[in-house]
Nanobody
Framework: QVQLTQTGGGLVQPGGSLRLSCTAS???????????MGWFRQAPGRNREFVSA????????SYSDAVKGRFTLSRDNAKYTVYLQMDNLKFEDTAVYFC????????????????WGQGTQVTVSS
């Protein structure tokens, strides 16, 4: 089973930046279980929504329309780590962010991902 450890997050003013990191571990860790890694988020009173994902083999990325052009997802396969750089943050980005990992499937469906991180609070406030 893959464990996902998240770091980063916190409080930032509108227009500011934050970076989230997520590292996969396990004994043993099968690289196939991290073919897809990415992030979902959930704001109070709202459903969990897709933010971004990246493939292990070729680094292809996908972003939700809400964050496209402001967020950048990257990964370091040697470290089994993904990084979500969040720039020009808006009030509506406030949510708990969850790191996810999975093998294959529709990137935007939560059911694609077998492993979930513990969640990290991101608050955008003036």
């Amino acid at each position: 089973q893959v464990q996902l450890t998240q770091t980063g997050g916190g409080l930032v003013q509108p227009g500011g930046s934050l970076r989230l990191s997520c590292t996969a571990s396990g004994r043993p860790l099968n690289p196939l279980d991290t073919n897809l890694m990415g992030w979902f988020r959930q704001a109070p009173g709202r459903n969990r929504e897709f933010v971004s994902a990246i493939t292990r083999t070729d680094g292809l990325t996908s972003y939700s329309d809400a964050v496209k052009g402001r967020f950048t997802l990257s990964r370091d396969n040697a470290k089994y780590t993904v990084y979500l750089q969040m720039d020009n943050l808006k009030f509506e980005d406030t949510a708990v962010y969850f790191c996810v990992a999975g093998n294959n499937g529709n990137w935007r469906f939560p059911s694609t991902y077998e492993s979930w991180g513990q969640g990290t609070q991101v608050t955008v406030s003036s």
